[in-house]
């Protein structure tokens, strides 16, 4: 599997929650020169061979006689090449539909031979849990006795703002399967059209495009049996609005014995210092301006999260081991008919954090380990992922010593996260 990039003018605008930001490359152009990447993110389970995708946002699908046009970010690109996270989505999907309804799809698969995926579970080492490498084994086809019984139909709804394929995985598992996706980007949708017509699905009866309005309400008809949700953004942050799209979801959408996927996530964070952080965030002083009275005035509008970082490659001092700040379950009981908000949608903790080196506190980065299932899991600090991490700035420095104890109060709320220091 493979798919060709072009070396264009590449430009992404990431909206965070309280920034934009606007990333370009160089502007290089070169005509009949490519490379190809590997996409073996579901062994083959969705074929994008067709699919030309350029890291410049233009991405064409051929067939005879014909070129369509879609444009996408690049950051949909390096989503479908991500391997880890499209094993684990597609085989937490696949062993959910078993879950729902057994008999929607076999146990056994078209294809004899298996292959096998090493994953790699990132745990900070510092919390005491150790990384392992378990190889795991899953088949390479698809059921061969597709039943169309109308009791086995399963719905699933994908709530992704991201060019998911999730619903296609789950529409190939059962060709019964009825998929309503609330993708709102018309390239995006284009896109998922011609992936879903070049692996056999079809449009007509398998995948609608749908408003998230018109299925997020208190008086939607449909109830689904699998909602699908993208829960943190490429750069490393929550998706805005998406643990109040899970509440009304879970609610109002959701059957019985319904199941969101992923169906969890923990969110670490640790203190750190770090310069390169402070110096792209506000302007340091006066002296940087060559005496031009600049970052009073322009530190008035200075961002408190940093998003697409990559902590790997980041010069910073760690000042703190990793601590945990919260776990969100999104497959509890649901209790919210008494009227209470749910509990993942605001939540206040304070963590007490011993400071491991003299330094300054000038950040918090934080990141995601998600539960696509019990078995199936993802964590956006692995650098094997597409995701990026973000940092939570303070607004202040703070001199720190080994030894200390400081009180890192951690705020969930409206789908943002920030924090306070108490020393």
Same mark, same amino acid.
């Given at each position: 599997? #493979? #798919?060709?990039?072009?070396?264009?003018?590449?430009?992404?605008?990431?909206?965070?929650?309280?920034?934009?930001?606007?990333?370009?490359?160089?502007?290089?152009?070169?005509?009949?020169?490519?490379?190809?990447?590997?996409?073996?993110?579901?062994?083959?389970?969705?074929?994008?061979?067709?699919?030309?995708?350029?890291?410049?946002?233009?991405?064409?699908?051929?067939? @005879?006689?014909?070129?369509?046009?879609?444009?996408?970010?690049?950051?949909?690109?390096?989503?479908?090449?991500?391997?880890?996270?499209?094993?684990?989505?597609?085989?937490?999907?696949?062993?959910?539909?078993?879950?729902?309804?057994?008999?929607?799809?076999?146990?056994?698969?078209?294809?004899?031979?298996?292959?096998?995926?090493?994953?790699?579970?990132?745990?900070?080492?510092?919390?005491?849990?150790?990384? @392992?490498?378990?190889?795991?084994?899953?088949?390479?086809?698809?059921?061969?006795?597709?039943?169309?019984?109308?009791?086995?139909?399963?719905?699933?709804?994908?709530?992704?703002?991201?060019?998911?394929?999730?619903?296609?995985?789950?529409?190939?598992?059962?060709?019964?399967?009825?998929? #309503?996706?609330?993708?709102?980007?018309?390239?995006?949708?284009?896109?998922?059209?011609?992936?879903?017509?070049?692996?056999?699905?079809?449009?007509?009866?398998?995948?609608?495009?749908?408003?998230?309005?018109?299925?997020?309400?208190?008086?939607?008809?449909?109830? +689904?049996?699998?909602?699908?949700?993208?829960?943190?953004?490429?750069?490393?942050?929550?998706?805005?609005?998406?643990?109040?799209?899970?509440?009304?979801?879970?609610?109002?959408?959701?059957?019985?014995?319904?199941?969101?996927?992923? !169906?969890?996530?923990?969110?670490? !964070?640790?203190?750190?210092?770090?310069?390169?952080?402070?110096?792209?965030?506000?302007?340091? !002083?006066?002296?940087?301006?060559?005496?031009?009275?600049?970052?009073?005035?322009?530190?008035?509008?200075?961002?408190?999260?940093?998003?697409?970082?990559?902590?790997?490659?980041?010069?910073?001092?760690?000042?703190?081991?990793?601590?945990?700040?919260?776990?969100?379950?999104?497959?509890?009981? #649901?209790?919210?008919?008494?009227?209470?908000?749910?509990?993942?949608?605001?939540?206040?903790?304070?963590?007490?954090?011993?400071?491991?080196?003299?330094?300054?506190?000038?950040?918090?980065?934080? +990141?995601?380990?998600?539960?696509?299932?019990?078995?199936?899991?993802?964590?956006?600090?692995?650098?094997?992922?597409? +995701?990026?991490?973000?940092? /939570?700035?303070? @607004? @202040?420095?703070?001199?720190?010593?080994?030894?200390?104890?400081?009180?890192?109060?951690?705020?969930?709320?409206?789908?943002?996260?920030? /924090?306070?220091?108490?020393?």
């Amino acid at each position: 599997m #493979c #798919c060709k990039i072009s070396h264009n003018a590449s430009h992404s605008h990431v909206k965070g929650h309280d920034m934009d930001v606007k990333k370009s490359t160089n502007n290089i152009s070169r005509e009949n020169e490519s490379e190809n990447v590997s996409l073996s993110g579901a062994d083959g389970f969705i074929d994008l061979d067709k699919m030309d995708l350029s890291s410049s946002g233009q991405s064409c699908t051929k067939s @005879e006689g014909t070129t369509n046009v879609v444009f996408l970010e690049e950051h949909d690109v390096a989503l479908l090449n991500d391997s880890k996270t499209q094993f684990a989505l597609l085989n937490a999907i696949k062993s959910t539909m078993m879950r729902l309804k057994p008999s929607s799809i076999q146990a056994s698969m078209n294809k004899d031979e298996t292959e096998s995926y090493e994953r790699k579970d990132f745990v900070p080492d510092q919390l005491n849990k150790t990384s @392992e490498r378990t190889a795991v084994t899953i088949s390479s086809g698809i059921s061969t006795d597709q039943l169309n019984n109308p009791s086995n139909k399963l719905s699933v709804l994908d709530l992704s703002q991201v060019l998911s394929v999730a619903g296609l995985y789950a529409a190939k598992l059962n060709d019964t399967t009825n998929v #309503c996706i609330t993708q709102p980007n018309r390239n995006v949708q284009h896109a998922l059209q011609c992936i879903a017509k070049n692996n056999g699905l079809d449009i007509e009866s398998n995948l609608k495009f749908v408003s998230k309005s018109d299925v997020l309400h208190p008086n939607a008809d449909a109830l +689904w049996d699998l909602v699908i949700v993208d829960v943190v953004e490429p750069t490393g942050v929550l998706r805005q609005q998406v643990l109040e799209d899970i509440a009304v979801a879970r609610t109002f959408c959701l059957k019985s014995s319904g199941i969101v996927l992923p !169906g969890e996530i923990t969110i670490f !964070g640790m203190c750190v210092e770090s310069s390169n952080l402070l110096s792209d965030t506000r302007v340091l !002083g006066d002296d940087r301006t060559m005496g031009l009275n600049i970052a009073k005035y322009i530190n008035v509008f200075k961002v408190s999260t940093q998003l697409d970082l990559t902590l790997s490659t980041l010069a910073y001092k760690q000042v703190s081991l990793p601590f945990l700040m919260f776990h969100l379950n999104f497959n509890q009981p #649901c209790q919210e008919a008494d009227g209470t908000i749910p509990s993942h949608l605001n939540q206040s903790k304070s963590i007490s954090v011993e400071i491991t080196q003299d330094g300054r506190l000038v950040a918090i980065p934080y +990141w995601f380990d998600i539960g696509m299932d019990k078995d199936h899991r993802v964590n956006t600090m692995d650098k094997e992922t597409h +995701w990026k991490q973000a940092a /939570f700035l303070l @607004e @202040e420095p703070i001199e720190v010593k080994k030894g200390q104890k400081v009180v890192v109060i951690a705020t969930l709320k409206g789908s943002s996260i920030w /924090f306070d220091i108490k020393r």
